[in-house]
């Protein structure tokens, strides 16, 4: 590409960390690319591939080792400021000033750029516009949900009109409506003002609507190109395969996905199991695999070839999670040996169960459950009841309240009113004793970030109650299970591997519960399959999994869904119920949006009526 016509050029471009123990962590290694103007671009790889590196490579907060990085013909690493004089970089923590006004927020990004008076009137309406601010400009940020940060982020990025954007993960944490609105925001810049974006990116179908895509594997290239092109890899192997009488989705996922000889990925899809198979993979094996479930093929997309070129390049830690499930489901340390894919266990050890509960009881009893904050109401007469062994889903939009639902089923936080019983314990008279039987897997990193693995390990296990020889056993357990190496510092671990140490840590104690709040937030595919594989079989093992999550995809994983949204549960059942209550929605991404319009919009109707 001509030099000129390309917003990014970078030859043989290196950038490496120092690492604990004095050896160098090479975070970008040679790689030689180019992004033209005017367009826009994903980076996609997993955790720890180089994508947050490279965009702060590009935005001259980092140097390079070596090589050579021309951004809008400037080289960056001679002359930085004049790079970002010109460029508006959005990171993943933006740095919102939560006490004041959105407004204030505004006022004072556009004088740190230095945006004259004059032109702030246009730009600040077009971006309140643009993202739906307008009648916020005086809530404090601290106030705004989720998603309304993050467009407050962007419109903050967005005060000056830039030559390039770079956003790194934009809608990570976000619910779809709120995602949807990030992107069309995004793409109107792209399309009215040919604005040149670069996007990082976990969601497959986001990249699918770039012009172009780069996929990079531990600071490397692996392979760019336009989506559909890419797609191409995968052409051939893509299947659909419905399961038998008897065998529900997720179980068949679980066991494609560890038969990785024969099958690159599988998902569970509107009850039936979207999958990839090797190459090498005859029709023969494949029908022995499927044990009697018909396939299908269907057409290949963009997440297919991802796939597929991680799996082909894949070292193997990154599936060490998948590796060890075997472990999970046994409770042996030992179970699955070293560089050896694990078969989904179907016969775990029953698990003990809470004194009083008896084998019909659910795990959890919520019975018009009421929070308030003051005149603010967060969770609104919530009823719903959760079977033991059930993996059961609470989904909604940023601020519907499930992370306060959760809190209170995890006795954090007391009720305002209603009944709520977790394990066979009334959590208004048993809290404590009610905890001993939950693991808690909080939204954000909670754990410390100065400490090792082991030492955080050792930490919440002692918390638990956990002493001597059986602390250690059980610390050494989820260290293989999860693929964690236990000298490593916390706060330095990708974001996937703070997601495992987490799990783990609430895993040390062998719970009959496990809340998991958005657990696989930003983390990417491959993490995920490996992430809800072991999910699958502690499910398999009789735990009982609630789990919140804004990938809609994986509430396919679920038994049973609640979509939530302003504290009120306003759908609830199997997802394939779920779905056909949406209007016969082909997948959970069109439900969950389809739903909650139809909840606000009601909610709008009785406003007005009641005015």
């Known amino acids: 590409m001509n030099e000129a016509a390309a917003t990014v050029v970078a030859e043989g471009l290196r950038k490496g960390f120092a690492a604990p123990g004095g050896q160098a962590v090479q975070a970008i290694d040679d790689i030689t690319l180019s992004v033209r103007a005017g367009e826009l671009t994903a980076l996609v790889g997993p955790d720890g591939s180089g994508k947050t590196t490279l965009l702060r490579l590009i935005a001259g907060l980092l140097k390079p080792d070596a090589g050579r990085l021309l951004v809008l013909g400037i080289d960056v690493a001679a002359d930085p400021q004049a790079v970002q004089n010109r460029i508006s970089y959005m990171p993943q923590r933006f740095g919102l000033y ?44 601290g106030k705004l949900s989720g998603g309304m940060k993050q467009k407050l982020g962007l419109a903050c990025t967005l005060v000056r009109s830039p030559d390039l ?40 179908d986001e990249a699918e609507r770039c012009a172009r895509v780069f996929v990079m594997q531990r600071g490397q290239l692996l392979a760019d190109g336009a989506p559909a092109a890419l797609s191409e890899r ?9 399961p038998t009488a008897g065998v529900i989705a997720r179980d068949l996922q679980a066991r494609l996905i560890d038969a990785r000889e024969l099958i690159v990925d599988a998902v569970p899809e509107a009850g039936a199991v979207r999958f990839i198979a090797q190459p090498q993979a005859g029709d023969e094996a494949l029908d022995a695999l499927l044990q009697g479930a018909p396939r299908q093929r269907r057409p290949e997309e963009f997440e297919d070839a991802f796939m597929m070129l991680l799996r082909q390049h894949q070292v193997g830690d990154a599936g060490a999670a998948v590796a060890a499930v075997a472990a999970v489901t046994a409770g042996k340390a030992g179970a699955a040996g070293a560089g050896r894919e694990a078969p989904a266990a179907a016969a775990a050890a029953p698990r003990p169960r809470a004194a009083g509960a008896g084998p019909a009881a659910p795990a959890i009893v919520v ?30 939009p940023n601020g519907a309240g499930k992370t306060t639902t959760f809190r209170m089923l995890c006795g954090l936080l007391p009720a305002t009113s209603g009944q709520l019983e977790v394990a ?78 987490a799990m783990a840590a609430g ?12 657990p696989t937030s930003g983390i990417d595919p491959l993490a995920r399959r490996a992430f809800w594989r072991t999910i699958t079989a502690l499910a398999q093992g009789g735990v009982t999994v609630i789990v919140t999550t804004h990938f809609m995809e994986e509430a396919e994983y679920c038994d049973r869904i609640a979509i939530q949204d302003a504290g ?28 909650v319009e139809q909840g606000r919009a009601q909610a709008a109707r009785r406003a007005e009526v009641a005015a």
Request: hydrophobic residues 45%; without cysteine; proline residues 4%.
């Open 234 to 242: 995968a052409r051939g192997l893509t299947y659909t395969a419905t």
């Open 367 to 396: 019975r018009d459950l009421v929070r308030k904050f003051g005149d603010f109401t967060a969770v609104a007469s919530t009823s719903f009841e959760v079977r033991r062994g059930e993996i059961f889903g609470l989904l909604g």
């Open 165 to 204: 954007l770079l956003l790194d993960e934009p809608s990570v944490g976000v619910d779809p409506l709120s995602r949807r609105e990030l992107w069309k925001i995004v793409q109107q810049l792209v399309e009215a003002e040919h604005l040149s974006v670069i996007v990082s990116t976990a969601y497959m």
């Open 424 to 501: 066979g314990l009334n959590l208004r008279h048993a809290r404590a004793q009610a905890r001993a039987h939950i693991g808690y897997v909080a939204q954000k990193f909670a754990l410390y970030g100065n400490l090792s693995v082991r030492e955080n390990l050792a930490f919440f296990g002692g918390a638990y109650g956990l002493r001597g020889h059986a602390l250690r056993q059980r610390m050494a357990t989820v260290e293989q299970q999860f693929g964690l190496d236990p000298s490593a510092r916390s706060g330095e671990l990708p974001a996937g591997y703070k997601q495992r140490l």
């Open 568 to 595: 009120r549960v306003l759908a609830l059942g199997t997802p394939q119920q779920v779905r056909q209550l949406a209007g016969g929605a082909v997948d959970m991404n069109g439900a969950f949006i389809a739903i």
């Open 98 to 141: 939560e006490d004041l006004s959105v407004q204030e927020n505004l006022d004072l990004y556009a004088d740190l750029h230095g945006v004259p008076p004059a032109a702030r009137r246009e730009r600040f309406a077009r971006m309140l516009a643009m993202t739906d601010l307008a009648p916020f400009t005086a809530r404090p940020a």
């Open 507 to 518: 895993l040390l104690h062998e719970p009959d519960i496990l809340f998991l709040d958005e």
